[in-house]
Structure formats: C-alpha cells, structure tokens
C-alpha cells in the first residue's frame, strides 16, 4: 500500500486540483478575448504535460502508452464533468488541446530516455544483454 500511495498520490493530487478548477465557473477573464482564449488553452496543455509525467512515474513502465491512456482518459472526464457546471461547456476540442500537452510529455520521455532516470518511483531492472 505504502509503494501505490507513492506511486499514486502526486497523481491523485494533480487531478484533483484540475478537477476542481473545471469545476469552477467563475473563471477570470485575461486581457482580451483572444488572449483569453490562449492562456487557457496555454494552461490546459502545461496541466496536461505534468499530469502525463506524473502518470508515467506512477505507472512505473518503459512504454508511456498506458500513462498516455489513464492521461486522455481523464481529459474526456473532466470534459464530461465541465457538461454539468453553469456557465461551462464540456468540449472535444479541449480533448484535442489536451492531447498536445499529452503528447509533448511523451516526446519528453522518449527523448530524454526517462524510463532510465529517477522520474521512476522505482524503476524496472534493465534486461541483460
């Protein structure tokens, strides 16, 4: 239980404070509508950048597929649960923005071999070859 709660709640955390901003509908206006528009979206993509690293450590495997997986997952959740709260729309769109961060994060493992680092809350043994 000690490891999964290691493993586990950093992600547990991210999502519920991203879950409680989506739950918010008095979101502050930035500036103008299109700066608006693309500070949020500039935030859903760093939300999701982190939260696809945190899934990864958690996940504690050498292909991101599965932390990618949970990560999308939750972006339709959290699209379904903004169909509820006044004055927010769930949109697909921001499933799409959502992705990019997903997938930045997943350029960054592969790129910096973090299956090999300490981001592992325990990393798996190397084959030998």
């Not at 547990?12 to 206006?29: G, K, T």
């Amino acid at each position: 239980m000690g490891k999964f709660l290691l493993r586990y709640m950093p992600v547990i955390l991210w999502m519920i404070l991203m879950f409680s901003f989506s739950a918010r509908s008095d979101l502050p206006v930035n500036g103008t509508v299109a700066e608006d528009f693309f500070s949020k979206k500039f935030a859903h993509v760093l939300e999701y950048i982190l939260l696809m690293l945190l899934m990864y450590r958690a996940v504690g495997i050498k292909n991101p597929a599965k932390a990618f997986l949970f990560s999308i997952i939750f972006a339709f959740t959290d699209e379904i649960h903004q169909l509820f709260v006044p004055f927010r729309a769930g949109k697909l769109w921001d499933v799409g923005i959502d992705s990019i961060g997903l997938v930045i994060s997943t350029l960054i493992i592969i790129k910096h071999q973090l299956w090999n680092s300490s981001l592992l809350v325990a990393p798996l043994k190397k084959l030998k070859q």
